[in-house]
């Protein structure tokens, strides 16, 4: 058994692909600025600024909240509904599920809009779920089935609802424009297609949206009246106010990732991934396997595969990771033994990678 350095040092310098772009693991380990050193403010600036471009948007109140991905589902419905609101949410995967017992814990009635996992969800069934709900919410990525649904489509259907979408797998990744889109509130995380350690919540609200907001969510941290000041400027309207201490390591990260994707230029980077995600698809074909998420709705970033019947899908996943350095995904819920998810994100997004994968998942399955 290799001492845990050892294994480090294997994941992070073996032959397989590390996970986040190289830039933004050694802005990790830079020395530490304080919070409020103008440096680091200047930094934040820039990061809220970049994150509009990723997500498509011009909203002033666009920021990287200091919570993973769920603090960002968490901070969508708290600030947007309540005892007495409706919460229409399309559900085809966990993440779906997810935002359903979040919006019920903020005591929200929730119409749960239940789809085939594996299939995108239905823009028309989703906006005829309940004639007058306060959100309507969506996943655009789900990263447990492998698909990509049609957020534009529910955005043009949405009515009088604020919509919230969810673009944790999508951000940096696919195409997301979220204004054009008629997305009111998004979160995302930085883990996946911005290529930068998990730990932030990439968010955005409109201007018309955040003067819907609960008066006074439950939630103390979450509360985007009172985290305004946190980055301040462009982001609030007004001064730089002390609520908590930003997690100055991340956002350092972060903007040095956002700096990667925007210096390749976000187009570019799009492409990367349907490249790297088309090859490894039409690779699993060839090989004979099929693909778990409805054609046409397939995530390159994030490719579903069925467990061929005989295959141990759990033995697989241990001689790629021992033997190759590779980490694929099992599948979420049902389809724990009988699908596998292979993540081709940010740094990984590349032909070599998806090649790479290909020729372990090959001798992984002949050996398990
Ligand atoms: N939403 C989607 C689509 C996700 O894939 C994830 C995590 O994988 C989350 C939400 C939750 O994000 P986190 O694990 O960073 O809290």
């Not at 779906?96 to 979040?102: E, I, L, S, T, Y």
């Not at 043009?156 to 797998?169: C, P, R």
């Not at 201007?207 to 985290?227: C, M, T």
């Not at 292979?342 to 990678?353: K, V």
Request: proline letters at 6%; a negative charge.
């Amino acid at each position: 058994m290799p001492t845990s350095t050892a294994v480090l040092e294997r994941r992070l310098f073996g032959p397989g692909p590390s996970n986040p772009y190289p830039e933004a693991t050694a802005a990790l380990s830079l020395p530490l600025l304080g919070h409020l050193d103008p440096a680091f403010l200047a930094i934040m600036d820039e990061t809220c600024a970049m994150l509009r471009t990723v997500w498509g948007t011009d909203n002033a109140r666009t920021l990287p909240l200091s919570a993973t991905g769920s603090g960002g589902m968490e901070a969508a419905f708290v600030n947007t509904v309540g005892p007495g609101d409706v919460a229409v949410i399309a559900v085809n995967g966990l993440f779906g599920q997810r935002m359903c017992d979040v919006a019920d814990r903020c005591g929200a009635e929730v119409v749960a809009v239940e789809h085939e996992w594996g299939q995108p969800i239905d823009p028309q069934r989703v906006a005829e779920a309940h004639p007058n709900p306060t959100v309507i919410a969506a996943v655009h990525a789900e990263t447990s089935t492998g698909v990509r649904s049609d957020i534009a489509a529910l955005g043009a259907l949405k009515g009088d609802a604020l919509l919230i979408t969810d673009a944790v797998t999508s951000i940096g990744g696919i195409e997301l424009r979220a204004d054009s889109w008629g997305v009111d509130v998004g979160y995302a995380g930085t883990q996946k297609c911005l290529g930068v350690a998990p730990g932030l919540a990439p968010f955005t609200i409109t201007d018309a949206a955040f003067e819907r907001r609960i008066p006074k969510p439950q939630s103390w941290y979450l509360d985007l009246g009172l985290l305004g000041g946190y980055v301040g400027g462009g982001t609030s309207g007004g001064g730089r106010t002390y609520h908590h201490t930003a997690p100055v390591a991340m956002v350092a990260s972060l903007h040095a990732g956002l700096q990667r994707v925007i210096g390749e230029d976000l187009e570019n980077v799009w492409a990367r991934h349907t490249e790297a995600g088309q090859i490894l698809q039409d690779g699993l074909h060839e090989m004979g396997l099929e693909l778990f998420a409805a054609e046409g709705y397939r995530l390159p970033e994030l490719t579903t595969v069925n467990v061929p019947d005989g295959v141990d899908s759990a033995a697989v996943r241990k001689i790629l990771l021992e033997r190759h350095n590779l980490e694929i995904g099992s599948g979420a819920g049902a389809y724990a033994s009988s699908v596998w998810r292979i993540g081709l994100m940010g740094h990984n997004a590349r032909p070599d990678a998806a090649l790479l994968v290909l020729a372990a998942l090959q001798d992984a399955i002949a050996r398990a």
